[in-house]
């Protein structure tokens, strides 16, 4: 990369929390770009629960998920119960951190900083700037590059993925459309997301400001895809993932790896589902595994067809 | 290349790099058939719980016993190991490796960090070292040779034709563990009988 971006990175990565450069003799450096997303590459494969107490979170944890999502209600109940959502209240995401060993995330709500600068205080492993949550700014979302504390963001098509990269999240997913049950939005997203991908590789060097304006995407970045093949982060898919071919079929499209929320939770038999859909997501290729883990589940979540809902209900139109 | 989660993409990316022809694993017939075995960084409670599941502990125990080469980084180190700290409730400790490793040793993500280490094996030049809620070794049996340390503690070390770290090698671009690795699995298969296989290195 080069020009601004390179700039902004350097910058941000050298600030630690309290503003001050921590850079030793050794070299030694917290909260760089290498270890921001190093921890994603390292979750691949691997399936992110959403929890919402400590009980919860050991469940996950017992069958496989590679992190949890701390939040004060799945998106089903947010999508139920209205009113504003914000992030989980502190008590609650310290007693989730303390109840499991793998990484715990956390949500923030899209352009709230103090809700990520408080999360980043707790120690929590990831922040997700996410549109479950109420947005608070209907502007801008959070410069990420300004903290330690590693960023997962969504997006609907590859411009808006790397807008958020440009911002500085570490990691991408599909928004989906969360709390449906319905993997419908996801799979749109996956595919605009990585069909870009692919497009732009098909461009000549010459083409690739154009479709930058297009894409409303970093130059930068846009000329970073098209040499490379691939996000520069690791994409993972949400919103809408309620059984183990579900979360197979989005590794088939090219997800690196899945993010569950009300699926597991609303689901019949939670522990089973969870288990069931870290199993399809190792191996999603493979639909003699997938049958036989998805046996006697009982029933998934009770899903929303995406298309009777309301505009103003839709969660994936917030940010942009 | 042990392919269940974790950065195995980056693994075999720099096997790949170095020389090796290097396929991911993810079955019992598979892990049977590979001259040398990596494991990647990943969860390592989530890695011990598919293990377990689909009855892949037993071939790898296997092989290990039969001497198979192993190259592992973080969660992969953690697996090896004779005993694990802070793991889940009954995490799987292969126990390849005479360490005692506690998972999450430095803290949690905002304590993960990179830095030059020296390393004498390897000659001039520092590498890169980029640990992400790394395990810290605390305790190294005698057939244990440290080839590097950070703040007093083992970050990389060799039993026998097992090569380990705590850190990310495969994340740099740096490949000189990768071919030391390589180098000693390739005089091992010179020197035994090839294994009756098509199976390739990791």
Redesign the interface.
């Known amino acids: 990369m080069v020009g601004l971006l390179t700039t902004r990175t350097k910058a941000g990565d050298q600030m630690s929390t309290d503003g001050t450069h921590d850079q030793a003799p050794d070299g030694e450096h917290r909260g760089g770009l290498r270890v921001k997303r190093g921890l994603a590459e390292m979750l691949k494969g691997g399936v992110i629960m959403d929890v919402v107490t400590p009980e919860q979170a050991k469940v996950a944890e017992e069958a496989g998920a590679v992190a949890v999502m701390a939040l004060e209600r799945v998106p089903a109940d947010i999508r139920r119960e209205g009113g504003v959502a914000r992030m989980s209240d502190v008590s609650l995401i310290k007693g989730i951190m303390a109840a499991v060993t793998i990484p715990v995330m956390a949500k923030a709500r899209i352009g709230h900083l103090v809700e990520a600068q408080v999360l980043q205080s707790l120690g929590v492993d990831y922040v997700d700037e996410s549109e479950v949550l109420t947005p608070a700014d209907e502007e801008n979302h959070i410069d990420k590059w300004a903290f330690t504390v590693p960023f997962v963001c969504g997006a609907r098509d590859l411009g808006e993925a790397l807008r958020r990269i440009g911002e500085g999240a570490a990691m991408v997913r599909t928004k989906g459309e969360a709390g449906t049950g319905n993997v419908v939005e996801a799979v749109r997203h996956m595919r605009a997301v990585l069909g870009g991908v692919r497009r732009l590789q098909a461009l000549r060097h010459d083409e690739l400001m154009a479709e930058a304006k297009r894409l409303g995407a970093p130059y930068e970045l846009v000329v970073e895809v098209a040499e490379t093949g691939k996000l520069p982060v690791v994409n993972f898919s949400a919103g809408g993932i309620a059984t183990p071919a579900d979360a197979a079929l989005m590794m088939q499209l090219g997800a690196d790896g899945n993010f569950v929320g009300s699926g597991i939770f609303k689901s019949d038999d939670p522990l089973g589902y969870a288990k069931a859909i870290v199993a399809a997501t190792t191996y999603f290729d493979k639909p003699e595994v997938i049958a036989e883990v998805s046996a006697g589940l009982g029933k998934a979540m009770r899903g929303i067809d995406v298309a009777t809902l309301p505009k103003e209900e839709l969660l994936a139109t917030r940010g942009w | 290349m042990l392919?269940?989660?974790?950065?195995?993409?980056?693994h075999l990316a720099a096997f790949d790099r170095a020389g090796a022809e290097a396929l991911p694993v993810?079955t019992a017939d598979e892990i049977l058939g590979v001259h040398a075995l990596a494991l990647p960084?990943?969860?390592s409670?989530?890695l011990s719980?598919?293990i377990r599941?689909?009855g892949l502990e037993a071939p790898l125990r296997h092989r290990l016993s039969g001497g198979m080469p192993t190259f592992s980084t973080?969660?992969g180190t953690i697996l090896l190991s004779r005993a694990i700290l802070?793991?889940?409730v009954d995490q799987l400790a292969l126990g390849a490796l005479d360490l005692r490793t506690r998972?999450?040793g430095y803290?949690?993500?905002?304590?993960?960090?990179?830095?030059?280490?020296d390393i004498p094996l390897l000659g001039s030049g520092?590498f890169?070292a980029?640990?992400?809620?790394a395990p810290v070794i605390e305790g190294c049996g005698p057939g244990v040779e440290v080839l590097a340390a950070h703040e007093g503690r083992p970050v990389a070390v060799r039993q026998g034709r097992h090569l380990s770290f705590t850190f990310?090698p495969e994340?740099?671009g740096d490949l000189r563990f990768h071919r030391l690795f390589l180098d000693g699995v390739g005089e091992l298969l010179e020197s035994d009988a090839p294994l009756p296989s098509e199976g390739s290195a990791a």
């Open positions: 392919a269940l989660q974790g950065d195995v993409r980056e993810r960084g990943g969860e409670s989530t719980r598919l599941v689909f973080c969660a802070d793991g889940t998972r999450n803290g949690r993500q905002v304590d993960s960090f990179e830095c030059d280490l520092s890169r980029v640990f992400i809620r990310h994340m740099t």
